[in-house]
């Protein structure tokens, strides 16, 4: 490049160690994804039907408060 070899080398000692938080930081981001996908296909399958008919105030399916 058309850098200064030390800067190059302070700017890849200052950056590789935020290249590795960037990493963790999209694995914690799919992990949180993967849980949100799991509740939105767990409220979206209930319907309460059972636990409304029989006036509980706990979802036994979803573990859902419906009062």
Same mark, same amino acid.
């Given at each position: $490049?058309?850098?200064?070899?030390? @800067?190059?080398?302070?700017?890849?000692? *200052? #950056?590789?160690?935020?290249?590795?938080?960037?990493? &963790? $930081?999209? *694995?914690? /981001?799919? #992990?949180?994804? &993967? *849980?949100?996908? /799991?509740?939105? @296909?767990?409220?979206? @399958? =209930?319907?309460?039907?059972? *636990?409304?008919?029989?006036?509980?105030?706990? =979802?036994?399916? =979803?573990?859902?408060?419906?009062?």
């Amino acid at each position: $490049m058309l850098q200064d070899p030390n @800067v190059e080398r302070y700017i890849e000692i *200052a #950056v590789k160690p935020l290249k590795k938080e960037i990493e &963790q $930081m999209k *694995a914690q /981001i799919e #992990v949180l994804n &993967q *849980a949100l996908r /799991i509740h939105d @296909v767990n409220v979206s @399958v =209930c319907d309460h039907k059972e *636990a409304l008919e029989k006036g509980y105030p706990l =979802c036994n399916k =979803c573990s859902k408060w419906l009062v």
